[in-house]
Nanobody, 118 residues
Framework: QVQLVESGGGLVQPGGSLRLSCAAS????????MGWYRQAPGKQRELLAT???????NYAHSVKGRFTISRDITKNTVYLQMNSLQPEDTAVYYC????????????WGQGTQVTVSS
């Protein structure tokens, strides 16, 4: 059974940075696509970034140039470096994983809260 544990969220001032981590277990991490989502209050969950086993990345327009997704296969961990944070980035952030042969994402973890406020 896949388990994903997100961490690294918190309160940060506008313009600040945070790095989120997602530890994965029970999955074929080395070949799966990993992704970061977020969900703000009253809004739908939004896909922010993905990374393949080969390191190919894709970003949503809203975060491109500010956020960077990376993965450490040896640690079964995926990261999201977030820079130039703004209040509209406030949300619960989730990671998820899927097979490279499917468009279906797995079960959600508990997420980590990111609040951008002065």
């Amino acid at each position: 059974q896949v388990q994903l544990v997100e961490s690294g969220g918190g309160l940060v001032q506008p313009g600040g940075s945070l790095r989120l981590s997602c530890a994965a277990s029970g999955t074929i991490f080395s070949i799966n696509v990993m992704g970061w989502y977020r969900q703000a209050p009253g809004k739908q969950r939004e896909l922010l970034a993905t990374i393949t086993s080969g390191g190919t990345t894709n970003y949503a327009h809203s975060v491109k140039g500010r956020f960077t997704i990376s993965r450490d296969i040896t640690k079964n961990t995926v990261y999201l470096q977030m820079n130039s944070l703004q209040p509209e980035d406030t949300a619960v952030y989730y990671c998820n994983t899927r097979s490279p042969y499917s468009n279906t994402w797995g079960r959600w973890g508990q997420g980590t809260q990111v609040t951008v406020s002065s």
